[in-house]
């Protein structure tokens, strides 16, 4: 029984040691009665040696940047500082800047295996920005870093389980599935995944060759197909016209004649005379 509390205890602890830091829980704790004695000695050194002091106490942050300050190691009360000047206790107190601004990042090319087992290479860009500056300090290391690792392995994860086809003519919805799936793992690290997207996607060059004599293929077969309707179309039209001219045989020769004025009109020294079948073969049969 007690080595099995032991056990319980110990997984508890490894449990509880790999979750997020809860912040409220952070500031909440007081700093001891060591921490308060470092702070009023602190003070004392920066009145002593004002105005020299503030040059090393009083700092700025820009518009886009935050401050998470940490004081005797315990992160202080009041969230994140900025813009504009704040203050900071000299040998006890420490800051870390954050930037806020959305970063692009080129996901570097991964070689992937399809569903249909066909290599590929892909290339992304991911766009994410700083949304809990003290998440991200206290919860990661590095959070940029961290979150482009993530993109890297989220990014040939999904696109492992589709198939050349749907890489091709699905980008927006795997991209789309990638950001929501990097968004949701990112968040306890204080990171807003904002867009993700597939720029380009590299085919072997067998590949290539085979997929482009695919389609030169089809697109030969329906020419052909296309040709011969319109073949089965002309002919049904003169079939239709020759009807029309055997009921007036007047019709053959207004429409002889329309031909010699469309000859005529180029300017051409040649005329055609067209022999009707009949008269020839009565005169190779004579």
């Known amino acids: 029984m007690e080595m099995s509390g032991k056990i319980d205890s110990t997984e508890q602890n490894n449990h509880n040691s790999s979750e997020p830091i809860d912040i409220r829980e952070t500031q909440d704790d007081g700093v001891g009665l060591c921490g308060y004695l470092l702070t009023f000695c602190s003070l004392i050194m920066f009145?002593?040696?004002?105005?020299?002091?503030?040059?090393?106490?009083?700092?700025?942050?820009?518009?886009?940047e935050r401050a998470v300050i940490f004081r005797v190691g315990r992160l202080v009360k009041g969230g994140a500082r900025g813009p504009g000047i704040?203050?900071?206790?000299?040998?006890?107190?420490?800051?870390?800047?954050?930037?806020?601004r959305v970063v692009s990042f080129d996901?570097?090319?991964?070689?992937?295996?399809?569903?249909?087992?066909?290599?590929?290479?892909?290339?992304?860009?991911?766009?994410?920005?700083?949304?809990?500056?003290?998440?991200?300090?206290?919860?990661?290391?590095?959070?940029?870093?961290?979150?482009?690792?993530?993109?890297q392995t989220t990014l040939r994860n999904e696109l492992g389980t589709k198939n050349l086809s749907e890489v091709l003519l699905e980008r927006d919805t795997i991209s789309h599935s990638i950001q929501r799936i990097l968004d949701a793992a990112t968040d306890p690290w204080g990171v807003k995944v904002e867009r993700v997207e597939i720029k380009d996607v590299r085919l072997p060059q067998m590949l290539q060759r085979a997929m482009a004599a695919?389609?030169?293929?089809?697109?030969?077969?329906?020419?052909?197909?296309?040709?011969?309707?319109?073949?089965?179309?002309?002919?049904?039209?003169?079939?239709?016209?020759?009807d029309v001219i055997c009921e007036s045989p007047q019709a053959l020769q207004l429409r002889y004649l329309q031909t010699l004025q469309t000859i005529s009109a180029e300017k051409n020294s040649t005329i055609i005379f067209p022999l009707p079948i009949d008269m020839i073969q009565r005169t190779l049969g004579k």
């Open 86 to 100: 704040f203050f900071i206790l000299p040998c006890i107190d420490n800051y870390i800047k954050v930037d806020l």
């Open 47 to 64: 009145v002593c040696t004002l105005p020299l002091s503030l040059l090393f106490c009083l700092k700025i942050v820009q518009e886009y």
């Open 214 to 242: 695919e389609a030169e293929a089809s697109r030969e077969a329906k020419a052909k197909v296309i040709a011969a309707e319109g073949e089965m179309n002309a002919a049904r039209a003169l079939k239709e016209a020759s």
């Open 107 to 151: 996901v570097p090319p991964q070689e992937i295996l399809t569903r249909d087992s066909v290599t590929i290479t892909v290339d992304a860009v991911t766009y994410f920005r700083i949304s809990n500056p003290i998440q991200s300090v206290c919860n990661v290391e590095d959070a940029q870093r961290s979150t482009r690792l993530l993109a």
